[in-house]
């Protein structure tokens, strides 16, 4: 069997691949540009309390802000043993992954074969009907092929900048969790301090209530006072029992949510106190425009914008023509002992033009889908901004609401301590009635409890604040 040589064109195909390369600089795709959206004034606050200062506490470390050591040591647990910060790094991984196989795309594809193939065609068909007797042939082939797009409308490299801007998002993604959970950290943390103050004062006034009952059983035995006076005084003791048995149980659901976010089974949690808590020092929220420059929720959503952005080019791209480029070569012999004889050599390259032309709408649909979801990613975009102004306007508001309601609950309770003294000694003079001591008692324990309510209510203001405007991941 004769073998003739297989001569190539090689300025021809040579020619070819230039005129691909030129026509990648026909780059068709449209660059992103960041969508306008009003600068964020300082009415987008309702507030007159952002300080003109171009240090925001959202640059703050969570190190710097919480001075709690055993609140730190919580945070940086927690940040290693999350259930959701664990899995945001997967994701990111995930990403990256993907963003790797991005970058590969501009380089050809290469794969390699190895073959050998047996054929005993049958006389009375195609491949034998010329044969004047029956032979079987053994083939065997070693190759490799090449195979490379020409990027010329774009395609490949939105398709890059697609991933870039999914790797960056989830890396956004992973921070907008740590901000999250210090915030819910630091948050639950003052929950539990200013339980322990409820509780606290509660078993204080259960034995106050105690003493107050022996006293009105004292007066009723004297005269001064009846039976209804003294059940009325069992009836406070036994409600402030009954308080206590709530807090206590409060105390333990959010220890429970506490070691939840800790990663941890549930067990009782080491702390400081409420009055040992200070973070005022680094109230200082910054310029209007920065408040919101920091979060990652709105650079998370930016850039899923920029994702559905460069998958819209590339679905527009489709509708252009594609340019790829095919080579093949290696050895190929009938005999084994000859494989790798210079006369076994093979060798292709071809150059294609593709243009979709009816392909069942399936081109157009898929451009259509990307608008949308484009469309639906910038809405995301400016939702993001409008609730994280509504975040920052909520904290600032709560906390200057609270900061003015600590003084007036303490003056509330300074006053009702003063009523429950002064009728406890006018009672026992025989000028007072019970009631007005009850009263006055009861009054006592709410205005303390609402003060510590208040009190923890401004320390959560003051977190809300810190990661409305960004802080928290760093």
């Known amino acids: 069997m004769k073998h003739s040589k297989m001569k190539i064109n090689k300025s021809k195909y040579l020619g070819l691949f230039v005129l691909a390369l030129s026509l990648q600089s026909?780059?068709?795709?449209?660059?992103?540009?960041?969508?306008?959206?009003?600068?964020?004034?300082?009415?987008?606050?309702r507030t007159?309390?952002?300080?003109?200062?171009?240090?925001?506490?959202?640059?703050?470390?969570?190190?710097s802000v919480f001075a709690d050591q055993k609140l730190r040591q919580y945070i940086d647990l927690a940040l290693n043993n999350n259930m959701d910060i664990r899995m945001a790094i997967q994701n990111i991984a995930i990403a990256e992954a993907y963003l790797k196989q991005g970058k590969a795309s501009f380089l050809p594809t290469i794969n390699g074969?190895?073959?050998?193939?047996?054929?005993?065609?049958?006389?009375?068909?195609?491949?034998?009907?010329?044969?004047e007797e029956r032979t079987s042939l053994n083939q065997y082939e070693i190759s490799a092929g090449l195979s490379w797009e020409a990027d010329i409308w774009g395609k490949i490299r939105s398709n890059y900048r697609s991933y870039n801007a999914s790797y960056l998002q989830s890396i956004a993604a992973h921070q907008t969790v740590k901000s999250r959970l210090v915030e819910s950290l630091a948050s639950t943390y003052y929950q539990l301090l200013a339980l322990d103050n409820q509780q606290k004062i509660t078993a204080e006034t259960v034995g106050l209530r105690a003493s107050s009952t022996t006293t009105m059983k004292a007066l009723k035995d004297a005269g001064q006072v009846t039976e209804?006076?003294?059940?009325?005084?069992?009836?406070?003791?036994?409600?402030?029992?009954?308080?206590?048995?709530?807090?206590?149980?409060?105390?333990?659901?959010?220890?429970?949510?506490?070691?939840?976010?800790?990663?941890?089974?549930?067990?009782?949690?080491e702390r400081n106190t409420l009055e040992e808590q200070q973070i005022d020092s680094v109230f200082n929220v910054g310029l209007p425009i920065q408040l919101l420059s920091n979060r990652p929720d709105i650079m998370a959503a930016e850039y899923g914008l920029i994702q559905a952005f460069e998958l819209t080019n590339v679905a527009r791209s489709n509708f252009y023509p594609a340019i790829r480029l095919t080579a093949n070569g290696g050895v190929q012999s009938l005999n084994f002992s000859d494989l790798f004889n210079t006369n076994s050599l093979f060798a292709s390259l071809v150059a294609s033009l593709t243009q979709p032309i009816l392909n069942g709408r399936q081109v157009r649909t898929q451009y259509e889908i990307r608008q949308a979801q484009q469309e639906s990613a910038l809405i995301n975009y400016k939702k993001s901004?409008?609730?994280?102004?509504?975040?920052?306007?909520?904290?600032?508001?709560?906390?200057?609401?609270?900061?003015?309601?600590?003084?007036?609950?303490?003056?509330?309770?300074?006053?009702?301590?003063?009523?429950?003294?002064?009728?406890?000694?006018?009672?026992?003079?025989?000028?007072a009635n019970y009631l007005e001591v009850l009263t006055a008692q009861q009054n006592a324990?709410?205005?303390?409890?609402?003060?510590?309510?208040?009190?923890?209510?401004?320390?959560?203001?003051?977190?809300?604040l810190y990661a409305a405007t960004g802080g928290g991941w760093r």
């Open 228 to 269: 209804v006076a003294v059940q009325q005084a069992e009836a406070q003791l036994l409600s402030a029992q009954a308080l206590l048995l709530d807090i206590d149980h409060q105390i333990k659901l959010v220890e429970n949510a506490f070691c939840l976010l800790l990663g941890e089974t549930p067990h009782a949690v």
């Open 385 to 431: 901004i409008i609730n994280a102004s509504r975040e920052v306007s909520d904290a600032l508001y709560a906390y200057r609401m609270n900061t003015d309601k600590i003084v007036l609950k303490q003056q509330e309770y300074a006053a009702y301590q003063k009523a429950t003294t002064d009728s406890e000694e006018l009672l026992i003079n025989g000028y």
């Open 113 to 131: 074969n190895a073959s050998y193939t047996y054929l005993d065609p049958s006389l009375n068909g195609s491949s034998g009907i010329n044969l």
């Open 26 to 45: 026909c780059f068709v795709a449209k660059n992103y540009v960041r969508p306008a959206i009003d600068d964020v004034q300082d009415a987008y606050f």
């Open 48 to 63: 007159d309390m952002l300080d003109q200062d171009s240090l925001s506490m959202a640059n703050l470390s969570w190190k």
């Open 445 to 464: 324990l709410n205005a303390q409890l609402n003060v510590i309510n208040s009190e923890y209510s401004r320390l959560a203001a003051m977190v809300k």
